[in-house]
């Protein structure tokens, strides 16, 4: 039996399950279920988190609770409940049969995993939903660490004939998850293979897998093998029900009912080139699966009719894993015990009969209560609580019993008392017993009662004794398990043991008890041993008894049957002399060999805890009974090794009767000591406790972080992860380069921060701060996002955080970065987003107000342009107030007319209406270009589009409303495109960076009608690339529509979503709409030229850059092919559409990748010139184009082409096609007009359009100079410009005219190449010389006041008319606005201004020029200033179809050029704008940044600067980006060289953006301001400040002074130069103005000093070291002084560490880069000091004479208080050796005739100072 004393369980509540109370508050249970269907289970919250370390916020709550979890299950609903609130709900479309916890896959969390009647579900914690249909009936599931296992259903059997419905019944596409890109795991294709689930069916003699594992949630469950007579043959055993499974170790439990037995499996993954055994009726193949999952049998138990009741897993006492199964019907719990063994780093389980045992229990579970703290590996240790038939509860751990539980007395009392008072009490009262245990979790357990109530108890109370559980852990670990199991006998077992006696005892009372029990096997040690020497017998078998060889034997067998609660005599021995002296034998052996380890496994705690500041009290209470054991086993080393850290609080032992042999204490402040002045190499592993050198989980583990940290810091070697002294630790990948940074990745990989820093001593931590100092200002770029976080540069690991393919994989998540961040610097990490995502501002509070309406606000459509970036930008600079006025169109424009109007002034007011309106109709053009890009939508609210006014006001007449007049112009058909744009403009806004647009959102937005609005949001969706999700239903039904906006939105839409893929289905549809392309079957369809036109170049998008053949062959016969109308403007737009598709199609490609490229140039050519077509060349192109068409034919005026309808289409394709590929033969043959003939016969558009050509193909000839653009000037228009210019000369009008027409057109051409060839540049030679020419053509049309440009030719107006200098002068401002994308640049925002206001006033500026104008401003501010163009291949043509010069006459003039066209440009925009926002304050900050360019053929590698925010180069010229300046930490972003030319910038929200979507995270240095408050840096001069400080510092003798009116305090100064709260505080409490004394002053003056020395060295971690050195010296002297009491001497170690650092930094043995990180002339005062005061000490050398001679400690007398605290400072601080040594030291030198034996002692004693040896010296020549 186990001993008398009885220990109280404490209940913690009455039990009932949460889900019935959650039940109750929803509304009561569901009205069709029974009472008692329902069941739940508890279970620890980790079983759910994140083993590894949590993650997002669903992990972090649930490793922030402590308490029980529970899973409620009723019907098919769940209720996910902890303590007193429901977490979650689950409600499933059928009822739950089981549900588990599961890890499968590569989470690292587990899954809900819900078996239903015919599928599966599976819920992430992260919201996930996985849904797996079953295609067979199965019976449960159970977890296990491989996977989920599922067990099948036998044939027949109730859920065999359930399961008949479709195994997709309750499965809907939406719940699916599947991420794989395999078509088996696409929502069509999520049913399980019949295959999968075995081979062939029962009923037909083939083999059926019973069991199934999951492994992944979007795999197929995978058939299961059992190993039989080395084969593995199909685990078909249906009768093997699965009673329990682990899922901490592949183990599982069935029972066979027919064979009446129990099994235990393993679960073994082997190769699938194992033999495998098929069955014999088997034709089928299993399928091909890497890996198999076999079933291995370790274990058979027969005999049992039953299954067992429970089986779980428990632990033995030395962490062996235990079954346990129980046998309700035997009464008894069996427990067997697993054996493992590690092979190739495989684990090989085994069960062996010997090793099981069995107690009698009527109920049992697994508990943790012995050791809470410990794990092996995964698996913690629990224990077994069991219940006797007896009704009594026993705690074994292992075998062992180790005491008996009973409910507190006072309850009992409280229970029979309220029985009692019932009405209806029984005359026979019955005590409460307990009956039964359930649902176990950690300490706590249900305890069913006879009356069945179920209470909730636990086993240990909460807090605990973090020392006690600190000793005991690290007990298991550095004892034997027997000796470990001994003890744990006596701790929990013993009659006189008090530990966790008692329920409501204190920490400090379980402490005490620990205590008891050491000091209570001391005294049994003494008295065994005393009574053993007393009893003297003679006879041969007492001497055989008291052999070496006897007590070997017992050492190692002592314990095999020891139980220590049992008594001898309960065993019916007979007690005979022999038996008594085995028994004090056995004893003996056990003191022997327990308190020695107990001493090295405590003394190993004892050194750990000295490394923790937090911990001082607690070493106070072990250094008591370290000195106890110490005392006891007489180590005289050990006791003088705790007096010199304790000498206040240690009491004065005896002194020992002589100085006996004693080992040296291990010391690791020696070690690290010695790590630092002399190497890794010097040091010795004796000076290391044993159990540092081990791996293991206890409190150890602290200093062996600490040991490892050191030992990389000071050059030890290390074989992976493993050390040179034998223990492993982890380093986190990642590339270093020295031994700091390879020690930094050790401290992440130990998951070792910046609050762990702070618990080191100051001297301690001090190397470990240089190692961070030195990696601080430039790390590896693949370093963790963790291990940013611990230099301080959280800028950089928000970089990496954002961006996991940068840096090596590692664990990023929250709790992570949270675990090596400094505790007071968390609230100062706030989650920053991009201003467009965070900042932008309510629409209600940004509507545009104007003073002279009476309406108030309106919703423009730009309201939410204005945010934190773009007021950082533009500042008090109103310019983007102005664009948004100038492209707002939805309220009425101010027409300006008398106050009292007559007829006339209406008519007057409807003209002047019209031309606004124009003008209106054209704004969203610019307006879609200015808000590019800059709002997410939410996908549950549909897309507002901004009205479209074009009404008028009339101030004069208090704001009144004027509209067109219906009568006289058809409104609805002047606003049926322009309301497209409108919508374009709208849809424009939404940023790319939204992600997947959702169908349902697209189709929601549809209207019941088709409208121009629609169409013009499919139109902007596809350019965003957003209408992928549109399936090809849903584009029918669009085109079946057959409205005409619509289709051509859509077509374009779809062609940029499928840009340059050819995706087939795209394409028929397409084609569907080029009647040209119809097959003669098919029946005629009127198509308008409209849609035709679009429909081409719609295939030149889908068919990008791919040089398709058959394509380019259709495409340039619809250049020459007359379109369905008879409008030859309509001709020349289609041809033009098929220019620019031919174009497209092959882009840049020239002669490398076409088929028959004479046959297709020279047709080109021929469309360009116009000659006499060679039938027997061009035949096969005729005969092609003729088989496919019956109703069209070539537009060929007899034998000739009209080339004014193909000439432009034939150019732009032969500029596409040869663009940037240097060809001097295409060009030689797009020949400018060289003679006055020819200039006759060419219209003068086409030559603008020949130069523009030539130029993309010369391309790198491009040159933004004057000179330029006049060698592009044929020699006859020179010659012809020069006679116009001289009156002298006389000339035919006609001439004249054409010389001027051909200049014009040249420069505009030469103009557009220009813009084209430094679109978004922001180039200044070619900003100047844009606009140069643009002021040039605004004075040859109406001269102003601007300065006229000198050199070029005049009076060009005589010649041309106004409409021709107007396109070109708007063609040179688009083009000029095309470099300076994106720039907002204020010359040319005011120059377009001007054109806006001067065509306004003027009133005849036609729509194109109003669309010009539009457009132009929308560029310069593109995507409000956060986007530009790109010159990539693909942007070129779209920008060149977007500028194409032929500008449209109104609204709804869509003949030579659709207008939709125009909205291109989106596909030649990138964003390429970066800002900086700080990331402690997470606002935007105006940041230097370095931006340097690749080099090339014309330039070589340059750098230059920028400010922050800005627009980058293009991805193809970047090579890097770093962050300079003074003020904020230095980082670089490189960009991989190995870059395509072509490769466009990263899209916002890529995994692989160097720039984060446009944020770079940066860091301000602590003492500077930000550039905002301080832009010229007057205010961050550190000097001008500390100097401040320095007048309230020296202002001693006129405290008042400091508090004078106006006077900056230093907390508002330190508060200027940093947000660090650390800091802040600093200043507050240790710069105290109101201090007086002496002390105080100095004291502050010390403040001030190191507040200025981190400050400005930005190292604030520092305060803490200072400080903490500083006090320690203050301490010493007052207690020197007798005005203050120390008890120990840890600090000087710390310091003599410090000193250590110091000295290795000086001799170069640690290197650094930013300077000490302290200043070595503190230390060095420090050092000075504390020789000064132990030298002056009074009495030290009779003290030091009287220890060496006999090793006594003085004591405190009245007069000599602290003389013992002295005595150790002077021991530890000049290592002074141990009496020990000395004494054998001495014998050692007797012999040596010398003079002085101060040689021999500094051999003798290499590490103790020279004044320790000169006082040894003094002591021997005084005792000779």
């Not at 794990?375 to 008996?404: F, H, M, W």
């Not at 050199?1351 to 409409?1363: A, E, I, T």
Request: glycine residues 6%.
């Amino acid at each position: 039996m186990t001993g008398s004393r009885v220990r109280d369980l404490t209940l913690l509540s009455e039990f009932k399950p949460l889900g019935l109370t959650a039940e109750a508050l929803d509304g009561g249970k569901p009205s069709d279920d029974d009472d008692d269907d329902y069941h739940y289970f508890l279970f620890d919250p980790q079983v759910a988190g994140d083993r590894g370390g949590g993650s997002d916020d669903d992990d972090a709550f649930l490793s922030n609770e402590s308490g029980d979890h529970e899973l409620f299950i009723r019907g098919n609903r769940i209720i996910w409940s902890t303590g007193t609130r429901v977490y979650k709900r689950f409600t499933l479309p059928s009822k739950v049969i089981k549900a588990c916890w599961c890890r499968m896959g590569e989470m690292s969390e587990a899954s809900l995993c819900v078996l239903q009647v015919s599928c599966l579900t599976i819920y992430g914690l992260t919201g996930e939903v996985v849904s797996v249909p079953l295609s067979h009936a199965i019976a449960s599931i159970w977890p296990l660490p491989v996977g989920l296992l599922l067990q099948r259903a036998p044939e027949g059997s109730l859920l065999t004939n359930m399961s008949s419905s479709p195994p997709y019944a309750f499965t809907s596409a939406h719940d699916t998850f599947r991420l794989k890109s395999d078509i088996r795991y696409s929502p069509r294709h999520n049913f399980t293979p019949p295959s999968l689930f075995g081979i062939g069916t029962r009923n037909g003699g083939m083999s059926i897998s019973s069991h199934l594992i999951l492994k992944d949630p979007l795999e197929d469950p995978r058939i299961t093998y059992i190993e039989e007579r080395d084969k593995l043959n199909m685990m078909s055993e249906f009768d093997e029900v699965t009673i329990w499974t682990s899922d901490y170790v592949p183990l599982m439990a069935s029972y066979n009912q027919g064979k009446m037995q129990h099994s235990l499996w393993v679960v073994e993954v082997c190769n699938s080139n194992a033999e495998v055994g098929k069955p014999k009726s088997c034709d089928l193949s299993a399928p091909v699966v890497s890996e198999n999952h076999v079933f291995r049998r370790i274990w058979l138990g027969k005999g049992s009719q039953t299954a067992a009741s429970k089986v779980f897993l428990a632990t033995d006492d030395d962490g062996t894993p235990i079954i346990c199964l129980l046998f309700h019907e035997q009464k008894k719990l069996l427990s067997l015990r697993l054996q493992s063994l590690e092979i190739n780093n495989d684990t090989i389980y085994d069960i062996k009969p010997e090793m099981s045992w069995s107690i009698s229990a009527i109920a049992a579970a697994a508990i943790t209560v012995t050791r809470p703290k410990e794990k092996v590996g995964k698996l913690p240790l629990r224990d077994i609580i069991a219940l006797t038939p007896e009704n009594t509860l026993l705690l074994y751990s292992g075998k062992q019993c180790l005491c008996k539980y009973a409910m507190p007395s006072t309850w009992v009392k409280d229970q029979v008392l309220r029985k009692t008072m019932l009405p209806r009490a029984s005359s026979i009262m019955q005590d409460p017993k307990i009956v039964d245990l359930a649902d176990a979790v950690e300490g706590r357990v249900n305890l069913v009662l006879n009356d069945g109530q179920i209470c909730r108890c636990t086993l240990r109370r909460n807090p605990s004794s973090c020392l006690a559980d600190d000793c005991i852990s690290a007990m298991a670990e550095g004892l034997g398990s027997s000796l470990f199991g001994h003890f744990l006998g006596l701790l929990w077992g013993d009659d006189d043991s008090t530990y966790l006696l008692d329920a409501s005892s204190s920490p400090d009372s379980e402490w005490e008890s620990f205590c008891d029990v050491i000091t209570k096997i001391c005294d049994k040690s003494e008295s065994s041993l005393q009574s053993l020497s007393d009893s003297v017998s003679s006879s041969s078998w007492e001497f055989l008894i008291r052999s070496k060889y006897n007590k070997q034997y017992v050492r190692s067998n002592y314990i095999a049957d020891a139980f220590p609660g049992l008594s001898p005599e309960s065993h019916g021995f007979c007690i005979s002399g022999a038996t008594v002296a085995d028994r004090q034998n056995t004893e003996q052996a056990f003191y022997l060999k327990f308190l020695p380890e107990t001493l090295d496994t405590l003394h190993a705690v004892y050194e750990t805890l000295k490394l923790d500041n937090l911990r001082k009290r607690d070493l106070g209470l072990l250094v008591i009974l370290l000195c106890d054991i110490a005392d006891f086993l007489n180590e005289v080393s050990y006791l003088d090794h705790y007096k010199r850290d304790f000498p206040g609080i240690v009491k004065i032992f005896k002194k020992p009767q002589r100085l006996l042999t004693s080992r040296t204490p291990p010391s690791l402040f020696r070690w690290l000591e010695t790590c630092l002045q002399h190497g890794y190499d010097c040091t010795s592993t004796s000076d290391l406790p044993l159990l540092v050198c081990k791996d293991g989980n206890c409190i150890v583990s602290w200093a062996r972080k600490i040991v490892s940290f050191y030992s990389l810091l000071c050059g030890a070697d290390h074989s992976g992860n493993t050390s040179s002294l034998g223990f492993t630790f982890n380093i986190s990948p990642g590339f270093y380069r020295n031994r700091e940074e390879l020690t930094v990745l050790a401290m992440v990989g130990e998951r070792f921060g910046l609050q762990h820093l702070d618990l080191l001593p100051a001297g301690v931590s001090l190397p470990l701060r240089h190692a961070i100092d030195k990696c601080r200002e430039s790390p590896p770029t693949n370093w963790p996002a963790a291990a940013y976080v611990i230099l301080g540069r959280e800028d950089l690991a928000l970089q990496h955080m954002r961006h996991p393919t940068k840096s090596v994989k590692l664990d990023h998540t929250k709790s992570n970065l949270i675990a090596v961040s400094t505790p007071y610097m968390l609230p100062l990490h706030p989650v920053t987003l991009p201003s467009s995502f965070s900042d932008t501002l309510d629409a209600e509070n940004t509507k545009l107000e104007d003073v002279d309406t009476f309406e108030g606000s309106v919703t423009d459509g730009m309201e939410h342009i204005f945010n934190s970036t773009t007021q950082l930008r533009y500042g008090c600079d109103l310019r983007l107030n102005e664009v948004r006025r100038l492209l707002c169109s939805a309220r009425p424009v101010a027409i300006q007319t008398p106050g009292n109007p007559t007829a006339s002034d209406q008519d007057f007011q409807q003209t002047q209406l019209w031309h606004l309106a124009q003008r209106t109709t054209a704004l969203p053009f610019g307006r879609g270009a200015f808000t590019l890009g800059t709002i997410f939508t939410l996908l549950t609210e549909a897309l507002a589009v901004p009205k479209l006014v074009l009404a008028g006001r009339l101030p004069a007449q208090q704001n009144a409303t004027v509209n067109l007049d219906p009568n006289v112009r058809n409104i609805q058909e002047l606003k049926s495109w322009p309301e497209f744009h409108n919508a374009v403009a709208a849809g424009l806004r939404l940023s790319p960076v939204q992600g997947k647009m959702s169908r349902t959102w697209i189709l929601y937005n549809k209207p019941d009608e088709p409208n121009a609005t629609h169409a013009g949001l499919l139109l902007a969706l596809g350019l965003h690339g957003h209408l992928h999700v549109l399936t090809i239903s849903d584009i029918f039904k669009y085109f079946s529509q057959e409205h005409e906006s619509t289709t051509v939105g859509l077509m374009l839409g779809l062609a940029a979503s499928y840009r340059a893929t050819m995706q087939p289905a795209i394409s028929k549809s397409l084609y569907v709409h080029l009647p040209a392309r119809h097959p003669s079957s098919f029946p005629e369809l009127e198509m308008p030229t409209l849609i035709q036109s679009a429909a081409l170049i719609s295939v030149g998008l889908l068919y990008e850059g791919s040089a398709h053949p058959q394509t380019m062959q259709i495409l340039l016969s619809e250049i020459g092919r007359r379109s369905g109308g008879d409008n030859v403007l309509e001709r020349e737009g289609y041809a033009v559409s098929a220019g620019f598709s031919l174009g497209l199609v092959a882009l840049g490609r020239g002669e490398d990748a076409i088929g028959s490229v004479d046959t297709l140039v020279g047709r080109l050519f021929q469309y360009i010139s116009g000659k006499e077509l060679h039938n027997d060349r061009f035949q096969p192109l005729l005969s092609f184009s003729g088989e496919q068409n019956r109703s069209s034919g070539q537009i060929i005026e007899g034998n000739l082409i009209n080339t004014d309808v193909t000439a432009p289409g034939a150019i732009i394709a032969l500029s596409l096609m040869y663009l940037k590929t240097e060809s001097e033969l295409i060009v030689s043959k797009l020949t400018i007009p060289q003679t006055k003939s020819e200039l006759q016969y060419v219209r003068p558009d086409f030559i603008l359009m020949l130069v523009v050509a030539r130029n993309l193909i010369m391309w790198s000839r491009i040159c933004p100079s004057e000179d330029w653009i006049e060698s592009q000037i044929s020699d006859v228009v020179k010659n012809g410009i020069k006679a116009v210019g001289n009156e002298m000369d006389d000339m035919y009008e006609t001439d004249a005219e054409a010389f001027v027409q051909a200049y014009v057109n040249i420069v505009v051409g030469a103009c557009i190449s220009i813009g084209l060839r430094f679109a978004g540049t922001r180039d200044g030679n070619a900003q100047e010389l844009l606009y140069k020419y643009a002021v040039y053509f605004l004075n040859e049309i109406k001269p102003t006041c601007v300065s006229h440009a000198s050199g070029l030719p005049k009076g060009l107006s005589v010649y041309v008319d106004r409409g021709t200098l107007e396109t070109c002068l708007h063609l040179i401002v688009l083009s000029l606005c095309v470099v300076m994308a994106g720039s907002g640049h204020l010359q040319t925002f005011k120059f377009l201004k001007f054109l806006r206001s001067r065509n306004s006033t003027e009133g005849h500026s036609y729509f194109g020029i109003q669309m010009a104008v539009s457009l132009a401003i929308g560029f310069l501010f593109l995507g409000g200033g956060m986007w530009t163009f790109s010159t990539s291949n693909s942007s070129i043509a779209a920008l060149l179809i977007t500028l194409y010069p032929r500008l449209p006459t109104g609204p709804n003039d869509n003949r030579c050029h659709i207008q939709a066209f125009r909205h291109l440009y989106v596909l030649a925009s990138e964003a390429r704008w970066v800002q900086t926002v700080d990331v402690d304050t997470g606002l935007p900050v105006y940041v230097p940044l370095e931006v340097t360019i690749k080099e090339s053929e014309l330039y070589a590698e340059t750098s230059f600067c920028e400010v922050t925010p800005c627009i980058l180069p293009e991805r193809c010229f970047l090579k890097a980006v770093r962050v300079c300046g003074p003020r904020y930490w230095p980082q670089v972003v490189e960009v991989s060289p190995k870059v395509c030319t072509e490769k466009p910038w990263w899209n916002s929200g890529d995994k692989d953006h160097p720039f984060n979507s446009g944020v770079l995270y940066v860091k301000r240095k602590v003492g500077v301001s930000s550039y905002v408050d301080d832009p010229i840096g007057s205010q961050s001069l550190l000097s001008r400040a500390m100097h401040k400080m320095s007048g309230l510092t020296h202002s001693k003798s006129s405290p008042s002074s400091t508090d004078s009116t106006g006077a900056v305090t230093i907390e508002q100064l330190v508060s200027t130069f940093s947000s660090d709260p650390s800091l802040i505080a600093f200043a507050q409490l240790f710069c105290n103005s109101t201090w007086s004394s002496r002390s105080e002053l100095d004291f502050k003056e010390f403040c001030l000093q190191v507040l200025f020395e981190c400050v400005s060295k930005d190292r604030p971690a520092m305060l803490q070291v200072y400080l903490s050195l500083y006090t320690t010296i203050e301490c010493m002297e007052s207690v020197v002084g007798g005005t203050c009491i120390s008890s120990d001497s840890l600090s000087l170690s710390s310091l003599k560490i410090a000193l250590a650092y110091n000295e290795a930094l000086s001799n170069g043995r640690l290197t650094t880069s930013r300077g000490e990180i302290m200043q070595s002339a503190f230390l060095g005062s420090l050092k000075k000091r504390v020789d000064d005061l132990l030298n002056n000490s009074l009495y030290v050398d009779s003290r030091t004479l009287s220890y060496t001679i006999s090793g006594e400690w003085p004591s405190d007398d009245s007069l000599q208080r602290n003389s013992s605290t002295v005595l150790s400072w002077y021991l530890v601080w000049y290592n002074f050796p141990t009496p020990l040594q000395i004494k054998n030291a001495t014998e050692k030198i007797k012999g040596k005739m010398i003079s002085s034996s101060v040689p021999l002692l500094r051999l003798v004693f290499p590490a103790t100072h020279i004044t320790a040896i000169n006082a040894i010296h003094r002591f021997l020549s005084s005792s000779q």
